[in-house]
């Protein structure tokens, strides 16, 4: 095995696996706070990639700076779905849940291709060919600022969660339904802001992306799936978890092509689901 490869390889997965993470802190978030498997996360991803690239386009702002924005309308979109849709299903039975937001998932989809059509897109931005060198070990300058706002993004969300009068409702809303609204919680008006918050992760994620990978309408069921394993593997509804899942999900998927085609990534992640499942159902951090 060539040492300086593996290395190489252990690295890119690391800064991959710290999106993932993003990604799938807003899918856990969602879950944690209503139960609520959100089926069309990926596709919210992919809207807040073509929202990154089309204010690339038009006005020239690099994604790292424009995630915010992004960031802010996929919050509002968020919003607006909890508030009209979810917080209606919430009592409903989980396979009946599936639907309206498997179907949310597909209008968005569509409503992208409406707009910018099938071809994929694959912009130029101001560190897409920046690199930088450490040793025998080249780390792209884009995947490593993504990682560093990853990161700082998830912190960003534990402090909030923690220290926020709205973040701490959350997670009471999370931990007891019936005794947050005795004690006067609006458990509505906060669902609306957890859905809000988990579709800002996940615009701020597709952002991120956008210097990576070329963007397509039809990325978002991979990465909705990329998503379910990384919450699966860390612990349903489990922030911390979703991270660290995210980046063993990146690690194992960037080693695994030193002996598998870059083809068979999928195989090894849900291998990873596969055996979590079998023998830690309720993942690496959650519970007994």
Known sequence: MDISLAIQLMVQGILLGGIYGLIAVGLSLIFGVMGV??????????????????????VGLDPYLSLVLVAVVTAMLGYVIQATVVNRILDFPEAMQVVPLVSIGLIIENCILFMWGPDHRSPNTALGLESIHFGDVMIDASRLMAFVLAILITGLIF???????????????????????????????INNYAFALGAATTGAAGALLIPLIPVSPHLGHDFTLTAFVVVILGGMGNLVGALVGGLILGVAESMSTLWLPPTLKHVVSFSLLVLIMLFKPKGLFGGK
Do not use: C, E, P, T
């Open 37 to 58: 498997i959100n089926f069309a996360h990926g596709q919210m991803m992919v809207l807040g990639m073509y929202i990154s690239y089309w204010i690339l386009v038009l």
């Open 159 to 189: 402090w909030f969660l923690r220290n926020n009068n709205i973040g701490k409702s959350m997670r009471a809303a999370a931990d007891n339904r019936i005794g947050a609204l005795v004690v006067g919680i609006n458990v509505d008006r």
